[in-house]
């Protein structure tokens, strides 16, 4: 099992910046993955930025230039920073952890519980 926590959320003002973190604990060693997504009011979860060993950071169009994802020390403590907030980010952002065991059938994932970010105009 796998515990995922996110944290950094608030309010702020359009311009503003904010940084997310995502923390994985408990069987963490087979780590794969780490998305961070976001869900607005009335809308589909859709994914933001991701990261895999091995492999370029993932970002979305709307945020290419402003987020930044990027690990600590292990794909265990995940961050991201996000620059230029606007409006349209205002959002419940969710953090995806997946686990590639080699026991593992298939990939396993977990998710948190959110953190909401509002941006003001």
């Known amino acids: 099992q796998v515990h995922v926590v996110e944290s950094g959320g608030g309010l702020v003002q359009a311009g503003g910046s904010l940084r997310l973190s995502c923390a994985a604990s408990?069987?963490?060693?087979?780590?794969?993955?780490v998305g961070w997504y976001r869900q607005a009011l009335g809308k589909d979860r859709e994914l933001v930025a991701s990261?895999?060993?091995?492999?370029?950071?993932y970002y979305a169009d709307s945020v290419k230039g402003r987020f930044t994802i990027f690990r600590r020390n292990s794909l265990r403590m995940v961050d991201l920073q996000m620059n230029n907030l606007k409006p349209d980010d205002t959002a419940a952002y969710y953090c995806?952890?997946?686990?590639?065991?080699?026991?593992?059938?298939?990939?396993?994932?977990?998710w948190g519980l959110g953190t909401q970010v509002t941006v003001s105009s």
């Open positions: 408990g069987d963490t060693l087979c780590i794969s993955e």
């Open positions: 990261i895999t060993d091995g492999k370029s950071p």
């Open positions: 995806n952890t997946v686990l590639s065991c080699p026991g593992l059938p298939s990939p396993r994932d977990y």
